[in-house]
């Protein structure tokens, strides 16, 4: 013998609500017949919710619910296994205020001897090797930094000493000696002076330079500010790219203002 068919079983369930729907109507104009008119009111009310519950119920054994126990009203809920919880996610580090990382302050930088100082602009950082000086040798003294926050943007400051039978070239000579050594470089396409100029300044002749190569790849500005004194050669470069020049324009300047020659 074949089990009944789920459509079976629906029907089956609908006569039995049906019969249960009478029997409770029945009961309940029986009820009423027997009892005062004063209180047929009241005696409804308790019959329709009586009825109501009836009903909830067959539907729920209908549909396949359970109602949940110690609960009232109209709780239930599915026989359902419980989901697994899901697992903890990884609380993530805390950013400084302003959400960027924190940048590195060198401020002012002094000679070992005295000689010189500079203020280093924000979110630099020094590189640990010394470059060697083609023409006097080791340097006395030299720093270079690079941006944390903007590639090849770079400040490199020396000391050298200078050879006692040099001669001192002029503003112009140096300024074309400058633009043929960078031309010289092969992946240099061109090389633009902007400007050349110097001061005296406590007695010191000190000469700014500034000109613009352009590679195939980017266009940089250099800045340079140097002087000589007692034997020694003073530089402070300052080298950026020219699309983020407008925007660090302050730090360049402000850098090459306070590059000073003390002593």
């Known amino acids: 013998m074949r089990p009944p068919s789920p459509l079976t079983l629906t029907l ?13 109507y029945v009961a309940e104009s029986q009820f009423l017949r027997n009892r005062a008119p004063v209180q047929a009111r009241s005696s409804h009310g308790c019959a329709s919710a009586s009825r109501r519950a009836t009903g909830k119920a067959f539907l729920h054994a209908i549909a396949g619910l359970a ?14 296994p419980s989901l697994p919880a899901m697992p903890s996610m990884p609380a993530l580090p805390a950013l400084p205020v302003g959400g960027q990382a924190e940048l590195k302050s060198i401020g002012k930088l002094q000679a070992k001897d005295g000689s010189w100082e500079v203020m ?20 006395i003294e030299q720093h270079k930094f690079t941006s944390t926050i ?27 000696r400058s633009i043929e050594i960078e031309k010289a470089k092969a992946y240099v ?6 400007d050349a100029d110097s001061k005296l300044i406590n007695g ?9 190569v352009t590679t195939a790849r980017d266009e940089d500005r250099y800045f340079s500010k140097s002087a000589c ?19 660090f324009e302050n730090v360049v300047k402000g850098m090459l203002d306070s590059f000073k020659i003390t002593a």
Do not use: C
């Open 12 to 24: 089956l369930g609908t006569v039995v609500f049906v019969l249960a729907m009478s029997t409770s």
């Open 67 to 80: 109602v949940t126990r110690g609960m009232s009203g109209e709780a239930g809920a599915l026989n359902l």
């Open 120 to 139: 280093i602009g924000e979110g630099f950082e020094e590189e640990g090797k010394s470059l060697i000086n083609s023409l006097s040798g080791n340097h």
């Open 150 to 176: 903007k590639p090849k943007f770079s400040v490199l400051v020396s000391e050298d000493p200078l050879p006692l039978d040099v001669k001192i070239p002029s503003l112009d000579d140096v300024a074309e």
């Open 189 to 194: 396409d061109d090389v633009e002076l902007l």
């Open 204 to 212: 010191v002749d000190v000469r700014y330079i500034s000109y613009r």
């Open 229 to 247: 004194k007692d034997g020694k050669l003073f530089t402070l470069q300052v080298r950026v790219r020219e699309r983020d020049y407008e925007r």
